[in-house]
């Protein structure tokens, strides 16, 4: 079956860029029907959607987060990316890459996330 | 940006029991953009119920979501112990984005 798998550095310095890779196995990110999403999570807080992007080129992002957020996609990986620009300690979270069915604008298939520290 | 609100913050009864859990939006939303799901600690989000009322694939009948426009409950009739943990609702609108209530604790009594 699909899964997804975050990988990230852990641990930055604020100012930084903060880049994050999700690897889809098991399926095909340009199969269609299918958005791919990263959203975050503050320590003990809810859930915060940061973007999404579909296979052929459409990209969305949250509109507090767009200006130092860009989302990209390797298909002959199979993996996308997250890139955060300038980071300060409020981007600590655990971040997780997520798929939605385009229908009905559900998470069905979620990575098991990845905990990234601002930290100097 | 539709924000939502759920309802209580925590929620603390015994195995058994009947669980409501309330969401409620700022403005009307679509109710086939409108989900539940189960979070434990250290895990993902599950998903539970996706169209306000459908069950997604596995989720138990006693799991069961209604609602339409602002307010949206989510129902658990007889607690296992297995379902305490953090709800979230979640929906999907225009821009496009996507909100998540700030959960609510299901917590044994």
């Known amino acids: 079956q699909v899964q997804l798998q975050e990988s990230g550095p852990g641990l930055v310095k604020p100012s930084q860029t903060l880049t994050l890779t999700c690897t889809v196995s098991?399926?095909?990110?340009?199969?269609?029907?299918?958005?791919w999403s990263w959203i975050r999570q503050h320590p003990g807080k809810g859930l915060e959607w940061i973007g999404h992007f579909y296979y052929s080129g459409s990209t969305y992002y949250s509109p507090s987060l767009k200006s130092r957020v860009t989302i990209s996609v390797d298909t002959s990986k199979n993996q996308f990316s997250l890139r955060l620009n300038s980071v300060t300690a409020a981007d600590t979270a655990v971040y997780y890459c997520?798929?939605?069915?385009?229908?009905?604008?559900?998470?069905?298939?979620w990575g098991r996330g990845t905990l990234l520290t601002v930290s100097s | 940006e539709i924000v939502l609100t759920q309802s209580p913050g925590t929620l603390s009864l015994s195995q058994g029991e009947r669980a409501t859990l309330s969401c409620r939006a700022s403005?009307?939303?679509?109710?086939?953009?409108f989900a539940w799901y189960q979070q434990k600690p250290g895990q993902p989000p599950r998903l539970l119920i996706y169209g306000a009322s459908s069950r997604a694939t596995g989720i138990p009948d006693r799991f069961s979501g209604s609602g339409s426009g602002t307010d949206f409950t989510l129902t658990i009739s007889g607690l296992e112990p297995e379902d305490f943990a953090v709800y979230y609702c979640q929906q999907y609108g225009p821009s496009p984005s996507y909100t998540f209530g700030q959960g609510t604790k299901l917590e044994i009594k």
């Open positions: 098991g399926g095909s990110i340009d199969s269609g029907g299918y958005y």
């Open positions: 997520a798929r939605a069915y385009w229908e009905y604008w559900y998470f069905d298939l």
């Open positions: 403005e009307s939303v679509s109710s086939s953009y």
